[in-house]
């Protein structure tokens, strides 16, 4: 298909989108672990939540816009049409931009809530609570669009689960690597061990997910060598297979001798690990935005 | 273990998989894409595999001038879409529509038909794969 100048930009504005509420899923989830072993630095990993929802606010919108201006044709100021944008809104995509600019409206709530949880209990289990909410809307406003809205119910969950695995992983490793960098050293390996226990959950809940929805939308296994999806999806699914053989490096080698050896090793591969993960969601908002499977 | 046989399973249930995925497509036209007309029709009608929104229609000759048509973009979800044409005069049209899925995915087609009084009338052909930008 013919890619136009505004297909390509919602790929990126997709791209930044995804990081963002990767972001808010990842940080609140490293917040946790980081205030049961009594970080000091769960400021800036409230920062960081903050970032990530206005960064992912400026998005939605845009999203939003950029489809309007992608049916106009008519330069920036097709962006602008209000009845085209009330059209496109009582669509699909109505309720998904809706679920994601609360989600992400409601992150600062929840980081006052976590702030002041630093010295009340109730207001600490709200936050997280909070958290746990806005993650769950974000993960439920994939459910709603795309490829497998006219799939059966438990299909649609699965790829809600998987995108919410994806976000709690690769929106988390910022954070630990901002946490390596500590001023108590003694505490990253817990911190590091506490991710990988939790991690073999995500890895478990992203691969079965993932595979699971890829049998729905491929007719047949063929699909991967012969469609430009199959390719493009066999770029992403070697980026996953970087992922988790770090993830397994990290685990296995480098986090039992975070004690012995330091942290710069741990630290590096987390750094590579970001790295893969940005290639990996740039390779998805293609995927989901201008490319299909057969039949599309 | 569960994870491990489960893991061993995705692929047999990837080669068992029918078909379950399909997305919106114009099933039917009138008149149909390439068709020849003695006659000109006095409606264009898009029909699509499941309710869609039809939010942009646009209609030009071969010089690429465009026929105002009676379609105006609404948000109703509809599986036919019936839109006015005027009187046109015997040449070679082409129409191009966008509408947005269920799914929220935007799908763009095309099709194009002659009306010419001194020729053989022709049904033209089923409806084309889609051009399919999702966002």
Redesign the interface.
């Known amino acids: 298909?013919?890619i136009d100048s505004?297909?390509l930009a919602?790929v990126v504005i997709?791209f930044f989108g995804l990081l963002a509420m990767a972001g808010v899923v990842g940080g609140s989830f490293v917040h946790l672990l980081a205030d049961r072993l009594q970080f000091s630095q769960l400021a800036r990993l409230r920062g960081y939540l903050l970032l990530c929802a206005a960064l992912g606010m400026l998005m939605v919108p845009l999203?939003l816009l950029?489809?309007v201006g992608?049916?106009?044709q008519n330069g920036v100021a097709g962006m602008f049409d209000s009845?085209?944008a009330?059209?496109?809104l009582?669509?699909?995509?109505g309720p998904?931009l809706a679920l994601r600019l609360t989600a992400l409206a409601l992150t600062p709530a929840a980081v006052w809530l976590l702030a002041m949880g630093e010295t009340s209990a109730l207001r600490q289990r709200a936050g997280y609570s909070l958290c746990a909410m806005l993650t769950l809307l974000l993960g439920f406003s994939f459910v709603?669009?795309?490829?497998?809205?006219?799939?059966?119910l438990a299909?649609k969950m699965l790829l809600g689960l998987h995108v919410l695995a994806v976000f709690a992983w690769i929106g988390a490793l910022y954070p630990l690597l901002h946490l390596s960098y500590t001023s108590q050293p003694d505490k990253v390996p817990g911190l590091m061990r506490g991710f990988g226990a939790l991690a073999l959950w995500l890895v478990?809940a992203l691969?079965?997910a993932g595979?699971?929805v890829?049998?729905?939308?491929?007719?047949?296994?063929q699909e991967l060598l012969n469609t430009s999806y199959g390719q493009t999806l066999l770029l992403k699914l070697a980026g996953v297979s970087v992922l988790l053989l770090l993830a397994a490096l990290n685990k296995l080698v480098l986090v039992p001798r975070l004690l012995v050896s330091g942290a710069s090793a741990l630290q590096a591969s987390i750094r590579l690990e970001m790295a893969v993960a940005v290639y990996v969601v740039a390779v998805t908002s293609w995927l989901?935005?201008?490319s299909?499977?057969v039949?599309? | 273990m569960k994870?491990t046989k489960?893991?061993l399973l995705?692929?047999v249930?990837?080669?068992c998989?029918s078909?379950?995925?399909?997305?919106t497509?114009l099933k039917q036209a009138s008149p149909a894409d390439g068709a020849v007309l003695n006659h000109a029709p006095a409606a264009l009608v898009l029909g699509f595999s499941?309710p869609v929104?039809l939010?942009?229609l646009t209609m030009v000759d071969k010089n690429g001038a465009v026929v105002a048509t009676g379609f105006t973009?609404?948000?109703e979800?509809l599986n036919t879409f019936t839109i006015a044409l005027p009187a046109l005069m015997p040449a070679v049209y082409q129409a191009s529509w966008?509408i947005?899925?269920?799914?929220?995915?935007?799908v763009e087609g095309k099709l194009g038909f002659t009306v010419n009084p001194n020729t053989t009338e022709s049904a033209g052909k089923a409806p084309a794969k889609t051009?399919?930008?999702?966002?």
Not at chain 1, 90 to 93: D, F, I, K, R
């Open positions: 298909m013919e505004w297909a919602a997709k999203s950029l489809q992608g049916i106009n009845r085209m009330a059209i496109l009582q669509s699909a995509l998904v709603l669009t795309g490829h497998t809205t006219t799939m059966p299909v478990a691969l079965l595979v699971y890829l049998t729905q939308l491929l007719q047949a296994p989901t935005t201008v299909g499977p039949g599309s | 994870i489960a893991l995705a692929p249930l990837w080669l998989a078909l379950l995925y399909a997305h497509e499941e929104q939010v942009k973009a609404a948000a979800s966008t947005v899925g269920k799914d929220g995915h935007r051009q399919h930008e999702h966002h």
